[in-house]
């Protein structure tokens, strides 16, 4: 992903958000997102990572790994909102690609 960094947070817990981006921002730079990959990611099988808003704080959902280049770079090129993933999810809360309203496919 070309416009992301890492950084851990060793003390993450799923209550500390803002304490956790803050930390995130003061490490990383300026992000649109931050990505974490907590215990609910490391205990499912289709390991969703969080995703959460840094700019409209409080928004967050989960995505699949293999979906997430899309969500970042979308994001973080002003090309779609946050929003816009997070209105995609599935029932669990978990964003896995759009659906395509002809054949029922996520794409």
Do not use: K, Y
Not at 3 to 23: F, G, M, V, Y
Not at 55 to 80: D, I, K, Q, T, Y
Not at 87 to 92: E, I
């Amino acid at each position: 992903m070309p416009h992301s960094s890492s950084c851990a947070l060793p003390t993450w817990h799923s209550n500390e958000c803002q304490r956790a981006l803050a930390e995130a921002a003061s490490r990383t730079g300026d992000h649109a997102l931050l990505i974490v990959a907590d215990s609910s990611t490391m205990n499912n099988a289709d390991m969703p990572l969080l995703c959460v808003d840094t700019v409209l704080l409080g928004g967050e959902f989960r995505v699949v790994p293999e979906r997430l280049w899309g969500v970042e770079n979308n994001v973080s090129l002003a090309n779609m909102d946050f929003s816009e993933f997070a209105v995609a999810v599935g029932r669990d809360g978990v964003f896995r690609g759009f659906n395509d309203e002809v054949t029922g496919q996520n794409i």
